[in-house]
């Protein structure tokens, strides 16, 4: 069974940062895009950012110059470094990957950033 687990999330003045980790375990033959979603109250859910295997990677418009998102393919993991965050940042952040050709989602951590 595979599972990922976010972790990082927390409370933030504007402007300051996090970086959310998502790990991913179990039985696993390969991962291919992973990615990061928000969902702030009342919103549908939203990319935030995704990366390939091989490094590409793609931004929504709203986070480009702020977000980095990153992996280690040795270790499962993918990253978010989020800098200069905006009370519109607000929301819960899940990770997406893909997981043997199947999907799979965290169970999402809270980001909150006071103005």
């Known amino acids: 069974q595979v599972q990922l687990v976010e972790s990082g999330g927390g409370l933030v003045q504007a402007g300051g940062s996090l970086r959310l980790s998502c790990a991913v375990s179990?039985?696993?033959?390969?991962?291919?895009?992973m990615g990061w979603y928000r969902q702030a109250p009342g919103t549908q859910r939203e990319l935030v950012a995704s990366?390939?295997?091989?490094?590409?990677?793609i931004y929504a418009d709203s986070v480009k110059d702020r977000f980095t998102i990153s992996r280690d393919n040795a270790k499962n993991t993918a990253l978010l470094q989020m800098n200069s965050l905006k009370p519109e940042d607000i929301g819960v952040y899940y990770c997406?990957?893909?997981?043997?050709?199947?999907?799979?989602w965290g169970q999402g951590t809270q980001v909150t950033v006071s103005s």
């Open positions: 990366i390939t295997s091989r490094g590409s990677t």
């Open positions: 179990g039985s696993i033959f390969s991962i291919g895009r």
């Open positions: 997406n990957a893909i997981v043997d050709a199947y999907t799979y």
